[in-house]
């Protein structure tokens, strides 16, 4: 493929997701094969997390989200990596042609996310990575809508079918956390809570493209990550205890680093040294707040809000980001009223229909 300036970027194949090679492996006994797809994976995977940590540093945000690098650690994402010898007339920035200077990844049917290495752009990567993953996937991640990629989509002639803002709030002053009366706030009990916040989960998000399909295995998996603190999780309960029923939650997450430093300017932001040094964050995070459709109980979303903020406070963490669809207007009024604007645009494009 030749893109605008002549550069001609000739792209690999897609690869496989590990878990096939392991089966195949398995079923053939020959644990060296195995072995040998488990560190192909992990070189994979090493790769794409320095891209993402060196693009991040530049752009101010990361153009690989969490989820999609723990799918790609634990091998269930597909990828196409591209080296600097797939850049004609290219050699990395050591010489090597098999340097690591971009990436697409796949994840089920979602929109594809992609990075090019800051010092390999305008080479042609980017436009060939686009086109790959509109092929294989129909739409693909541009977190922050940087310039770059905005002029790019433009000049494909893509269209936005979907906008994520992050928000963000600084703040010292603890918020108030007024209940209705009957309801209660208590702590996500890992074993315990597992399927009446699934339930509800369902049921809140039964219209959003990710959260909606959370279930047991994936609520596991979210539980054992480093970062999670029951302390933080919490369930809005009505009934006697022995017979609850949890009619919201508010869970929380604390970033050590900042993963989109770039939201800095946000006023009161203090997530990064005024002189630019050092490593940005830490930083909390609300990172799923939902109340019951069928709750009976109403006005659920302000205390709930509240008592996750008031936690991560008292932890230091008076700086506080959190995801939203844009679209979403009764969460935009809820989180606007609590001090927080908007800080980064993700959006989601594809070809017109």
Known sequence: MTDATGTEVVLPQW???????????????????RASSREAEQSVADAVSALNARAALVDGVEPVSGHVLQAVAKGSAHTLLVRAGDLAGDAGTSGDDAEPVAVAVATGSDPAEAVVAPEFRRRGAGTALVLAVLDRQGAVWAYGNLPAAAALAARLGLVCTRELLQLRRTSTTRDRVELPDGVRIRGFVPGRDDSAFLAVNARAFAWHPEQGRLDEAGLQAELAQDWFDPAGFFLAVSGPPDDERVLGFHWTKRHTVDPTPGAGSVPGDATVAADGSGQPG????????????????????TPLTAAGLNYLADRGLCTVMLYVEADNAPALKLYRRLGFSVAVSNVVYSRPT
């Not at 997701?17 to 053939?28: H, L």
Request: hydrophobic letters at 25%; glycine letters at 16%; a negative charge.
């Open 282 to 301: 830490p930083v909390g995070e609300i990172y799923v707040l939902g109340v019951d459709p069928e709750s009976p109980v109403r006005g659920l979303g």
């Open 15 to 33: 690869d496989s997701a590990w878990e096939s090679g392991q089966e195949s492996a398995q079923q053939s006994g020959q644990e060296s094969e």
